[in-house]
């Protein structure tokens, strides 16, 4: 028992002469703390902030319907004696595109022409006695009436007739041909359709929020994935004066000009409308943000440090963003290793190349 205590002893002693010379190995001259190694830098890629312009865009989708469109019917019941147009074939208003037969139709227009020959010559005749009392004036006004019976015969039989032969009501592309000849129709008979295409509406949706920046005149440029990476450009006409209390959201109509005929009504588009167009703001990349809950922030380089500031977020487009507040142009912000470096970290910084030159456009 006794040489364990001397040992347990011994190593006790030497414990603490080596503690005591870790100790004074540690310390500087007087005493003092060496300091701690310094951080090594991280290396970043950083962008500097940058004035420009950006246009505010919101993105919708939409239906082509042509400017004009009519399914064309008879009005009269009758045979169909010819048909003057080709499917798919442009007419202008008024063109013939179907003659019904109009034989009795005719036959009782001139039945009703006679009529009215009579009844003129009759007051003619009744006319002139009058002058010398050999008839009574209530014959001549009755004669008279009988004139505008006659005249009111004729014309409904002149209509009749009118009715028998189909014109297009406007200039337009006539569709699929629905009778053949000999066919009866009846009146409401569909006998083709007629579409007005060389304009086509648009029609989309926007919500609520955005009235207080859509009017009529602004631009649209719209896409279709049956001509992909064509866009074709069009003009606001008409905004819908009443919203859907259910999805809160206003109907807008564009038109858009189809000089080639490429488009067809019923097509499917997407639109994106420039609500507006904003000159001289600051710009970064949009991948400068760091997200957190609600707010946006960037990592901004000074003095080879980063500082995680934080930023008001104006317009966005695929690629930059607008910056309404806490930056200027010129500012130096990480792009690339923002999830490496935390608020008053060294950095190494590698400058990105300059941001591509041309507007840019928002998304809203």
């Known amino acids: 028992m006794r040489l364990t205590t001397q040992i347990a002893v011994v190593l006790a002693i030497a414990l603490a002469g080596g503690a005591g010379w870790y100790a004074l190995r540690s310390q500087g001259p007087a005493g003092s ?4 190694p310094a951080a090594r830098p991280v290396p970043v890629v950083a ?9 505010v865009t919101f993105d919708a989708i939409g239906t082509l319907a042509a400017n004009e469109a009519v399914t064309i019917t008879a009005k009269q019941s009758g045979l169909v004696r010819a048909i003057s147009f080709d499917e798919g074939q442009t007419v202008q208003a008024g063109t013939v595109l179907v003659e019904l037969d109009d034989t009795e ?14 009844v003129v010559q009759e007051l003619e005749r009744s006319q002139a006695l009058l002058g010398r009392q050999a008839v009574a004036q209530a014959r001549v006004d009755d004669l008279r009436v009988s004139l505008q019976a006659a005249e009111a015969r004729v014309n409904a039989a002149r209509a009749r007739v009118h009715d028998l032969t189909i014109r297009a009501p406007f200039t337009g592309v006539t569709g699929l041909r629905r009778v053949s000849p000999g066919a009866l129709v009846q009146p409401g008979t569909d006998v083709t359709t007629l579409d007005d295409i060389r304009v086509l509406r648009l029609a989309f949706t926007v919500p609520e929020l955005a009235l207080r920046s859509l009017k009529t005149g602004m631009r649209v440029a719209a896409a279709s994935s049956v001509y992909a990476g064509q866009s074709f450009e069009g003009t606001v006409i008409a905004i819908d004066p009443r919203i ?36 001289n703001v600051v710009l970064i990349p949009e991948e400068a943000l760091v997200p957190a809950g609600d707010r946006q922030y960037v990592f901004l380089v000074q003095d080879g440090r980063v500082e995680r500031r934080p930023v008001g977020i104006g317009a966005r487009r695929a690629g930059q963003v607008e910056v309404t507040g806490g930056l200027r142009d010129g500012d130096l912000v990480v792009v690339r290793g923002t999830q490496k470096v935390r608020d008053g970290q060294p950095v190494k910084v590698e400058i990105l190349g300059a941001a591509p030159a041309g507007p840019a456009t928002s998304q809203t």
């Open 105 to 118: 139709a005719r036959a009782e227009l001139a039945v009703a022409e006679a009529e009215r020959r009579t």
């Open 33 to 36: 703390t060496a300091p701690p």
């Open 244 to 279: 859907d209390p259910v999805t809160r959201m206003v109907t807008v109509i564009a038109a858009l000009p189809n000089e080639q005929r490429l488009l067809k009504p019923g097509m499917f588009m997407t639109v994106q409308l420039t609500l507006e167009n904003r000159s």
């Open 47 to 55: 962008a500097a902030a940058v004035r420009g312009d950006i246009a």
